[in-house]
């Protein structure tokens, strides 16, 4: 009888573990959490751990909590793939994603990342000396300031960004089931071959 108990005990606990650490956390993803996108971008994939259900999806808003439309989202095995209508304006966004795993269990995270397109970097700290009229020491002094402000404000965007970036992880509550119920089993057992080896002797 202890010897049986000696073995179902170890194999609870390892399907019970194996549960636990086969929720689909997210692996990686395009743009990446917390980076600043300096290309146009077409598309955005999330890609997890393991394989997810269909009914998985993720929707794209703006700093502003503004959803931003996509032609199409797909569930290609364990990535979810959406595609970009429209090209995406400076500023920062963020993916928030709903996914159910293989084991059924569901979950969902927020990836941040920010956008700053070179060419309107240029546009904002161009000069315009096509005039006739020699600009002032005041205007120059003016636009100088303005285009500090502007990468002031794109620094503190990025930084906000990449503190909201967290790592999905396993919860206390993906932990305390499967434990509880070992320990239940367990007890069960012990008392079972207690009365047993007694009422035997």
Not at 45 to 63: G, I, P, R
Request: glycine letters at 6%; zero cysteines.
């Amino acid at each position: 009888m202890l010897k049986k108990i000696s073995f179902i005990i170890p194999t609870l606990f390892f399907l019970l573990g194996t549960n636990v650490f086969a929720h689909s956390h997210l692996k990686d993803s395009n743009p990446k959490s917390g980076e600043v996108v300096t290309e146009a971008l077409e598309n955005i994939t999330l890609s997890y751990e393991t394989k997810v259900e269909s009914t998985s999806t993720f929707t794209l808003t703006d700093q502003n909590g503004t959803n931003i439309p996509l032609s199409q989202v797909s569930v290609n095995n364990s990535q979810l793939v959406g595609m970009l209508k429209d090209g995406l304006a400076d500023g920062g966004y963020t993916i928030h994603w709903k996914i159910i795993g293989a084991d059924g269990h569901p979950l969902e995270g927020d990836v941040p990342f920010s956008v700053q397109m070179p060419e309107n970097q240029a546009a904002e700290g161009t000069v315009t000396v096509a005039s006739n009229t020699p600009s002032t020491s005041k205007d120059t002094t003016r636009e100088t300031e303005n285009v500090k402000a502007a990468d002031k404000n794109q620094a503190q965007t990025a930084a906000v960004l990449t503190q909201k970036a967290e790592p999905e992880e396993a919860t206390f509550k993906d932990y305390m089931i499967p434990v509880a119920a070992g320990l239940l089993i367990v007890i069960g057992a012990g008392s079972y071959w207690l009365f047993y080896r007694r009422k035997h002797v």
